[in-house]
């Protein structure tokens, strides 16, 4: 549930994105070109954050997977020890019976 929610942020995220660059755009258009120089680091700089952030969020998932995975694993030993435990009662039982 966790891991559709984060793609939706991202897909939220790269629109607002897109939008910024078309307004800087527009921008640059009226501006000098010392300016604009400035202002394209500025861009540059929101684009690193922007893309370290989509790189946290996908750790975030995979982590996500490997506990939901972990999790699986786990579940499944205890079955399988419940399953022996079962059987070794089973014969016990019937060990006593057969005694009797």
């Known amino acids: 549930m966790r891991v559709e929610g984060s793609t939706i942020l991202q897909q939220e995220q790269i629109l607002q994105q ?3 660059q078309q307004q800087q755009h ?5 501006q000098l070109p ?3 120089l400035l202002q394209h680091e500025q861009q540059q700089q929101q684009q690193q954050q922007q893309q370290q952030l989509q790189q946290e969020q996908r750790q975030q998932q995979k982590q996500l997977l490997e506990e939901q995975l972990l999790q699986h694993e786990q579940q499944q030993q205890q079955q ?3 399953q022996q435990q079962q059987q070794q009662q ?3 039982h ?4 057969g005694i009797l």
């Open 34 to 36: 010392e300016e604009q």
């Open 90 to 92: 089973q014969q016990e």
């Open 94 to 97: 019937l060990e006593v019976e």
């Open 26 to 30: 527009q921008l640059q258009q009226e």
């Open 18 to 20: 897109q939008h910024q």
């Open 80 to 82: 399988q020890q419940q």
